[in-house]
């Protein structure tokens, strides 16, 4: 595994092959939003966690999230909003620029800003990132006095109502990516670019089913395949899909090519091989356990079943691991078996066996040494779509049927 490249500004511009993932901020994986997400659970926790870090990078993390977070609003040209943070005497205020594009932000140039939103940080982190679905945290929007006291003046009243109603459709837009709202995958995907929902694949309202439980947990996720190919400016659109969907959750992509131009302040890329089972195994022991890691690399056969063998050990008890695109085992050209019965080299060979492994304590004759494998031991559930499966972790060790049962089958005499 290398780099993949510079992070944004503030972070280093290189660092040797073998260092960590890029992400939004220097250093291995995460290290400015991590800490404020380990102490989102606890209001004096985060406290702490703000003072070490500094209001100021608080505020560069805050509106960073923002950005992610916040719809392209219909208003015309662009609406211009303070944001102040406050924690207990200080305050760091950024420039808020919400279009049809989204959301910008600049340290300059907030004094002038028309309207301004001030949020203790604190609270605010409380409930962009902690636990709590229904939390809404309290805010404190202040128009400036000039617009207050601008009377009939040459456009009359109703340019006045125009002009607050267009910043108040972009305050709504800011208030509402400070709450946690339900989110459709499916929508997500489209706008994102992904081809996981309404294009190639209907793969999403699975997805949705399988991830509800974790969406608003602290989960750190994988996924294998950036997409955008040879192009290391292109792809990344299910990462901003799951960055936006898991709002407290760590979005890590592995691509066989380098994605520098792939950030967020939640995601983190790495470029390496998934056929490579030491690369794979080096970047889960450095950033995982992971809640969830999903397959949607190469698609070969024999890649989706390395990839299995290496990172399923490195998946958290309860989580899950995702293999996309199960087509290819009945396509020659990617490993796959001609005709009905996908053969035991592909992805669907692997499930079956799986299932297998499920009944490991079952077996007649018992498993033979060294026993059954570390994935008969650790798969607890499969569940299978039209060329989408989930395998879910955790310890398969339900006593088999007991010994009394007539099994039909006895020991031949030694
Ligand atoms: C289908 S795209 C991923 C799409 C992306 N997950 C999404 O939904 O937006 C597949 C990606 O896998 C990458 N890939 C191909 N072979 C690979 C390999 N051996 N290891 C890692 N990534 C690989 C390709 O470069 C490509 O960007």
Redesign the pocket.
């Known amino acids: 595994m290398t780099r993949t490249g510079p992070g944004p500004a503030g972070a280093p511009a290189a660092a040797p092959a073998g260092d960590a993932p890029t992400g939004a901020a220097a250093g291995p994986g995460w290290p400015a939003i991590e800490p404020l997400l380990r102490a989102a659970a606890d209001e004096h926790w985060l406290a702490r966690a703000v003072a070490d870090l500094g209001l100021d990078r608080v505020a560069e993390v805050v509106v960073e999230e923002l950005a992610v977070r916040c719809d392209p609003v219909p208003v015309d040209g662009a609406a211009h909003l303070a944001f102040e943070l406050t924690s207990g005497g200080e305050r760091a205020c950024r420039l808020l620029t919400v279009d049809r594009d989204g959301l910008t932000s600049k340290r300059d140039g907030w004094q002038a800003a028309p309207v301004r939103i001030t949020h203790d940080a604190v609270d605010l982190l409380r409930g962009l990132y902690g636990p709590g679905t229904d939390r809404r945290t309290s805010r404190r929007v202040t128009t400036c006095a000039e617009l207050n006291a601008l009377g009939p003046a040459p456009g009359g009243l109703t340019a006045i109502v125009r002009e607050r109603q267009r910043l108040a459709v972009a305050v709504q837009a800011v208030v509402a990516a400070c709450q946690r709202h339900p989110v459709d995958l499916g929508g997500l995907?489209t706008r994102?670019?992904?081809?996981?929902w309404a294009d190639l694949h209907w793969y999403t309202q699975h997805y949705e089913r399988h991830f509800a439980r974790f969406r608003n947990a602290p989960v750190r996720v994988l996924?294998?395949?950036?997409?955008?190919?040879?192009a290391p400016d292109q792809?990344?659109?299910?990462?901003r899909?799951w960055q936006r969907y898991f709002p407290a959750g760590l979005v890590l992509?592995?691509?066989?090519?380098p994605k520098p131009g792939v950030r967020g302040p939640r995601i983190a890329t790495a470029v390496?091989?998934?056929?490579d089972p030491g690369l794979l195994d080096d970047l889960g022991r450095r950033f995982g356990p992971f809640d969830i890691v999903?397959d949607?690399?190469?698609?070969?056969n024999a890649?989706v079943r390395a990839s299995f063998t290496a990172l399923f050990p490195h998946v958290r008890p309860g989580g899950l691991y995702v293999v996309?695109?199960l087509q290819t085992a009945y396509w020659p050209g990617y490993g796959g078996t001609v005709g009905p019965v996908a053969g035991p080299g592909t992805s669907v060979g692997l499930l079956k066996q799986l299932v297998d492994g499920l009944h490991h304590r079952e077996w007649v004759p018992p498993a033979a040494a060294p026993g059954p494998s570390y994935a008969d031991r650790h798969a607890v559930a499969l569940t299978i779509y039209h060329n989408l499966a989930f395998v879910e972790k955790g310890v398969n060790s339900e006593e088999g049927a007991p010994d009394f049962i007539d099994r039909g089958w006895s020991a031949p005499p030694a």
């Open positions: 995907s994102f670019g992904s081809d996981k996924e294998i395949g950036i997409g955008g190919y040879d792809g990344g659109a299910s990462l899909m992509g592995l691509d066989i090519v390496g091989d998934q056929g999903i949607d690399g190469s698609h070969l890649h996309e695109d």
